[in-house]
């Protein structure tokens, strides 16, 4: 059996942002592998960390032929990230964008519905600025 049938969806890359996070310098492939207990292959990882970094939730640096991997800024804004990503994504495999967003504001609690229309009205606030 393998261990990726076994394993929620999402917890790798939980599993290695936290690595990530606790670490004290950028970590190459090979020491993230390392770091991470079970039966999981070289490649597996690589393409863990590739994804973390082009959802944004990562920065990394060549060293020689190789890269090392850092979290993108506090672990709060790392989550938020990959959360957006999660988000985006299933907004964008459905066929009813409108019917989805409505359900979604639906069921907010008021002081979330407050807080989205508060970052959409900065949000649309700074493209306004930034077209000038």
């Given at each position: 059996?393998?261990t990726?049938?076994t394993?929620?969806?999402?917890?790798?890359?939980?599993?290695?942002l936290?690595?990530?996070a606790?670490?004290?310098?950028p970590?190459?492939?090979?020491?993230?592998?390392?770091?991470?207990?079970?039966?999981?292959?070289?490649?597996t990882?690589m393409?863990?960390?590739?994804r973390?970094?082009s959802?944004?939730?990562?920065?990394?640096e060549?060293?020689g032929?190789?890269?090392?991997?850092?979290?993108?800024?506090?672990?709060?804004a790392?989550g938020?990230?990959?959360?957006?990503?999660?988000?985006?994504?299933?907004?964008?495999a459905g066929?009813?964008?409108?019917?989805?967003?409505?359900?979604?504001?639906?069921?907010l609690?008021?002081?979330?519905?407050?807080?989205?229309?508060?970052?959409?009205?900065?949000?649309?606030?700074?493209?306004?600025?930034?077209?000038?």
């Amino acid at each position: 059996m393998s261990t990726r049938a076994t394993r929620p969806r999402g917890a790798l890359e939980r599993q290695v942002l936290a690595c990530l996070a606790i670490a004290d310098h950028p970590l190459s492939v090979g020491e993230v592998l390392a770091d991470l207990d079970g039966d999981l292959a070289y490649t597996t990882v690589m393409t863990t960390l590739t994804r973390l970094h082009s959802k944004g939730a990562l920065v990394r640096e060549q060293v020689g032929r190789a890269y090392t991997y850092a979290v993108a800024g506090d672990a709060r804004a790392m989550g938020s990230s990959v959360t957006a990503q999660r988000m985006r994504r299933l907004l964008e495999a459905g066929d009813d964008r409108a019917g989805v967003l409505t359900r979604f504001v639906a069921g907010l609690r008021p002081e979330d519905e407050q807080l989205l229309t508060d970052v959409l009205a900065a949000t649309e606030h700074t493209e306004h600025t930034e077209q000038r």
